[in-house]
């Protein structure tokens, strides 16, 4: 499965984006799905996620209240909305998926163990 990340930009503080994930799998919409960020010189930050099997979503505290996660499984895509943007948002945004039909890997602590399925990120700057 190739997964496309997009959506991302400059945009001041305070402002908001959209981002997209698609993917060429139809069967997308029956998988978890995460999003994660990595900034220049941090370690890699889970941020959200869906699960497979009941669409619930988990999210970082560092962005809960800002963030939202969906799903469009019609488009094979899943979303992430990003409101009141701060620069410490600033990073690679990539999603990621583990195209598994069984296991649930959407879990709080957005660990993302056992999702080894991303393709390029996309990039959001926030400026203050």
């Known amino acids: 499965v190739q997964l496309q990340a997009s959506g991302g930009g400059s945009v001041q503080t305070g402002d908001f984006l959209r981002l997209s994930c698609a993917a060429s799998?139809?069967?997308?919409?029956?998988?978890?799905v995460g999003w994660f960020r990595q900034a220049p010189g941090k370690e890699r930050e889970g941020v959200s996620c869906?699960?497979?099997?009941?669409?619930?979503?988990y999210y970082a505290d560092s962005v809960k209240g800002r963030f939202t996660i969906s799903r469009d499984n019609a488009k094979n895509t899943v979303y992430l909305l990003m409101d009141n943007l701060k620069p410490e948002d600033t990073a690679v945004y990539y999603c990621?998926?583990?195209?598994?039909?069984?296991?649930?890997?959407?879990?709080?602590?957005?660990?993302?163990?056992?999702?080894?399925?991303w393709g390029k990120g996309t990039l959001v700057t926030v400026s203050s």
């Open positions: 869906v699960r497979r099997s009941d669409s619930s979503t």
């Open positions: 799998d139809s069967r997308f919409g029956d998988y978890a």
């Open positions: 990621v998926t583990d195209l598994d039909l069984w296991a649930e890997r959407c879990k709080p602590d957005l660990d993302f163990s056992g999702m080894n399925y």
